[in-house]
C-alpha cells in the first residue's frame, strides 16, 4: 500500500508560478510510474504529467507543454510538478497518482488532492 500527500498549493497570480510536491510512504517508490492529475470544478479529472519509474521519460498534456515540469527524486520518495506562467485555467485540485503493473495486478494510487488556485 502506497499513501501519497501533495502539498505546495496556494493561490498565485497570472504569470506566477508553484512547485507541487508529491511524497510517498509505504511500497517501493522506484518501482511506480508517477503522474499528476487536475480536476476543475465541474470537470472531469484530467492528465497532467507523467513519469517514469526510473525517470528518464517525461509526458505532458498538450494545455501544459513547455509551463510544466515534472520530476522526481527516489532517495526521497517525492515527485514534483514545476507549474511556470500559470493561466487562471489552470485552477483545479492537483492529484498525484502512483502506479505499477505486474503480470497478475495494477496498482494505482491516489493522494488527497492540493488546491491550485489562478486569479487573473
Known amino acids: 500500500q502506497v499513501q501519497l500527500v501533495e502539498s505546495g498549493g496556494g493561490l498565485v497570480q497570472a504569470g506566477g508560478s508553484l512547485r507541487l510536491s508529491c511524497v510517498a510512504s509505504?511500497?517501493?517508490?522506484?518501482?511506480?510510474?508517477m503522474g499528476w492529475f487536475r480536476q476543475a470544478p465541474g470537470k472531469e479529472r484530467e492528465f497532467v504529467a507523467r513519469?517514469?519509474?526510473?525517470?528518464?521519460?517525461?509526458n505532458y498534456a498538450d494545455s501544459v507543454k513547455g509551463r510544466f515540469t515534472i520530476s522526481r527524486d527516489n532517495a526521497k520518495k517525492t515527485v514534483y510538478l514545476q507549474m511556470n506562467s500559470l493561466k487562471p485555467e489552470d485552477t483545479a485540485v492537483y492529484y498525484c497518482?502512483?502506479?505499477?503493473?505486474?503480470?497478475?495486478?495494477?496498482?494505482?494510487?491516489w493522494g488527497q488532492g492540493t488546491q491550485v488556485t489562478v486569479s487573473s
Open positions: 509505504g511500497g517501493t517508490f522506484s518501482r511506480y510510474a
Open positions: 497518482n502512483a502506479r505499477r503493473s505486474t503480470w497478475s495486478k495494477e496498482y494505482d494510487y
Open positions: 513519469i517514469s519509474s526510473g525517470g528518464g521519460s517525461t
